[in-house]
C-alpha cells in the first residue's frame, strides 16, 4: 500500500466545489470515481483544500492509499486520459504513509482576478468578477497591508460549525493591476470559511472609494462580520499553490523580494 500525492488543477465552473455534495457533481467525487476505475479497488482522496462552488485552482493537493505497481510519477499520465478536460492532475509522487494534505505545515496562495472596465469581457468571464466602477490598486494596496501578520479574522469569514478559532497569519497580500485585469494575491498558512472572497469584498469598497485604507484596520479589530465588505463572487478566486513546509524548503516568492 502506497500514498499518492496529486497536484490537482480544475476549472471549477461546472462544479459544486470540491468536497462531494448531495446537490451535484464535485471535483471530488470525479477523482474518487476516475481513481477507483483505474486501480480497480475502491479509492476516496484526501483533499487539502474544499473549495467552494464555481472556484477554480491550479494547485490543490490530493492524496490517496492504493496498491500502486506503476511508478507514482507516471500516475498522472494514465489518470488524465480517463479525466473531463476542466480537470487535470499536474503532479503525482509518492508521500509518506503518515502525510496529511491539510494537517501538514502549509502556506496556500490565492489569487482574485477582478476585471475592471466599462464593459464585460466574455473571455474572461468565468475567471473574474466584473466591477464597472474604476478601482483605486493602491488604495487596495495599502488597506490591503492592514491585513498581513497574525489577526483574529473573524470579521472576515462566515461563521461555521466546529470552528473555534479564527486566528490565522497572512504573509503577503499583493494588489496588482494589468490593463484591465486587477489581481489580489494572498499568502498565508490557512484560510478561513469565505476568508479571501470577504478579504476582496471589502477591498473592493476601498477601491471604489465607499471607505478609507485605513478602515481596514478597524474592520479587522472589530471581529464582527458585518462590518467588512460582502463576499466575493466565486469566478474569480483561484488556488494557486499549497507549499508544506517540511516537504520543501524553497522560500516563498514575497521572500525573495
Excluded at 488604495?139 to 497574525?150: C, H, I, N, P, S
Aim: glycine share 6%; hydrophobic share 35%.
Amino acid at each position: 500500500m502506497k500514498r499518492i500525492k496529486l497536484t490537482v488543477a480544475y476549472d471549477g465552473t461546472n462544479y459544486c466545489g470540491w468536497q462531494i455534495q448531495k446537490n451535484g457533481i464535485t471535483v471530488e467525487e470525479v477523482l474518487n470515481k476516475t481513481l477507483s476505475r483505474f486501480f480497480g479497488e475502491e479509492i476516496t482522496v484526501i483533499g487539502a483544500s474544499r473549495t467552494d462552488s464555481g472556484v477554480h485552482a491550479m494547485g490543490n493537493v490530493a492524496v490517496f492509499d492504493a496498491n500502486v505497481t506503476m511508478p507514482a510519477e507516471k500516475i498522472s499520465y494514465a489518470i488524465n486520459n480517463l479525466l473531463p478536460d476542466d480537470i487535470r492532475i499536474r503532479k503525482s509522487e509518492e508521500v509518506a504513509p503518515d502525510f496529511h494534505p491539510r494537517y501538514c505545515d502549509t502556506r496556500k496562495t490565492y489569487e482574485y482576478r477582478i476585471y475592471n472596465a466599462q464593459f464585460p469581457d466574455p473571455m474572461v468571464r468565468l475567471y473574474s468578477q466584473f466591477i464597472y466602477y474604476h478601482l483605486d490598486e493602491k488604495k487596495m494596496q495599502q488597506a490591503a497591508d492592514y491585513l498581513v501578520g497574525e489577526h483574529d479574522f473573524k470579521s472576515f469569514c462566515t461563521p461555521k460549525e466546529g470552528v473555534d478559532n479564527t486566528v490565522r497569519t497572512i504573509y503577503y497580500i499583493d494588489v496588482m493591476r494589468e490593463e484591465n485585469m486587477v489581481r489580489v494575491r494572498i499568502n498565508g498558512n490557512g484560510f478561513l470559511y469565505n476568508m479571501v472572497r470577504i478579504i476582496v469584498g471589502s477591498l473592493l469598497k476601498v477601491g471604489m472609494g465607499m471607505i478609507p485604507p485605513e478602515q481596514m484596520k478597524e474592520i479587522l479589530e472589530a471581529k464582527d462580520r458585518t462590518r467588512a465588505g460582502h463576499k466575493a463572487a466565486a469566478c474569480g478566486l483561484t488556488l494557486v499553490e499549497v507549499e508544506y513546509c517540511l516537504l520543501y524548503t524553497s522560500p516563498s516568492p514575497r521572500d525573495t523580494r
